[in-house]
């Protein structure tokens, strides 16, 4: 089992950086691979980014790459995504997922593949 709470979101200017943490605690919360999805009102869930179990590997959604990273601690079992030149259609919930390493090769960005969910965080961009 692993349990993830996300924190960090709140509402910031368009143009304005924030850091989202999510903490991952459980007997398996060393063992998977993290990731961070949204979803903004009205719209489907999106893959925003993914990191292996070790950290070496990072994916993106290439319309973020630019402006958002994704990083681990693994002594401490937390993901942070960093987000920059933040704009209002950043404004969503983001959701930390956690999955275990065997159920990817590269496809970090498919949802169904991920066992464990938070309950997300605002994040809301004013223009």
């Known amino acids: 089992q692993v349990h993830l709470a996300e924190t960090g979101g709140r509402l910031v200017q368009a143009g304005g950086s924030l850091r989202l943490s999510c903490a991952a605690s459980g007997r398996a919360a060393g063992s998977v691979a993290l990731g961070w999805f949204r979803q903004a009102p009205g719209k489907e869930r999106e893959f925003v980014a993914g990191?292996?179990?070790?950290?070496?590997?990072?994916y993106y959604t290439d319309t973020m790459k630019d402006r958002f990273a994704i990083s681990r601690d693994n002594a401490k079992n937390t993901v942070f995504l960093q987000m920059n030149r933040l704009k209002p259609e950043d404004t969503a919930v983001y959701y930390c997922a956690a999955g275990f390493a065997l159920n990817f090769y590269n496809n970090y960005d498919d949802a169904p593949r991920y066992n464990y969910w938070g309950q997300g965080t605002q994040v809301t961009v004013a223009s």
């Open positions: 990191i292996t179990r070790s950290g070496d590997n990072t």
